[in-house]
């Protein structure tokens, strides 16, 4: 039976050396990526079968780096586990993609049966197929909250996510601030249009970091439009 791999995106010093330790006692062939550069270039080498990443940054700070990793997997039943020190509610790294959330300053023994047992969990569950989107066309993901853009995985917020599904519900329409506002927020709060536009810039820089196009206008004196 062929030994499956686990990339760990870890620094190299005796925690990580521990954590290693763990996956290898799971029955993984663990491999430490130093950086992000080197992880791309090992899981277009190997198939992955688990990722691992262990940061001293908070999810706000790593929203990019978990963008890349997802997009590199080679599919997206790959679980992406989050190993940090920071205290992190389950709504943030959910958002960005991640399956689980360990604290690092968790004992190694600790850390072995909290990640044994959802990986237990995680093969038992029926994982979606990505949707089929060959020509290139954005698709919503509402159950993993993800955009895709043929069969890449782009992670997205709630917020974000409900945004992109109106816009995309009628390529070309133009809709205000007020109506993509409405699909978040059930009161009419005019304060809030313009959370739209910060929401907006996040999906755009997100793609761009991916280099994805993002076909969304902005429709000066009106509003948002999707483009295709």
Request: aromatic share 10%.
């Amino acid at each position: 039976m062929k030994t499956e791999t686990a990339f760990i995106i870890a620094p190299d010093n005796p925690e990580s050396s521990r954590l290693l330790e763990v996956f290898r006692d799971l029955g993984y062939e663990a491999h430490r990526c130093l950086d992000k550069e080197s992880f791309i270039n090992w899981v277009h080498q190997q198939p992955c079968a688990l990722c691992v990443y262990d940061s001293a940054l908070s999810v706000s700070n790593s929203q990019g780096d978990f963008a890349l990793f997802r997009d590199n997997l080679d599919t997206h039943n790959v679980p992406l586990i989050y190993l940090t020190h920071v205290d992190t509610p389950a709504q943030l790294w959910k958002d960005v993609g991640a399956e689980l959330y360990v604290q690092s300053t968790t004992s190694p023994d600790k850390i072995k049966t909290q990640i044994a047992s959802f990986l237990e969990y995680f093969q038992n569950q029926p994982h979606k197929s990505a949707p089929s989107a060959s020509r290139g066309l954005f698709q919503v993901d509402e159950q993993r909250r993800w955009l895709w853009y043929g069969d890449r995985a782009i992670p997205m917020t709630p917020t974000e996510l409900k945004i992109m599904s109106r816009l995309l519900s009628h390529p070309r329409h133009v809709f205000t601030r007020q109506e993509l506002a409405s699909t978040i927020w059930a009161e009419d709060d005019p304060s809030k249009y313009r959370r739209i536009d910060v929401n907006l810039r996040r999906i755009r820089k997100r793609c761009e970091v991916l280099g994805i196009k993002l076909p969304i206008t902005t429709v000066r004196g009106h509003g948002y439009s999707y483009r295709p």
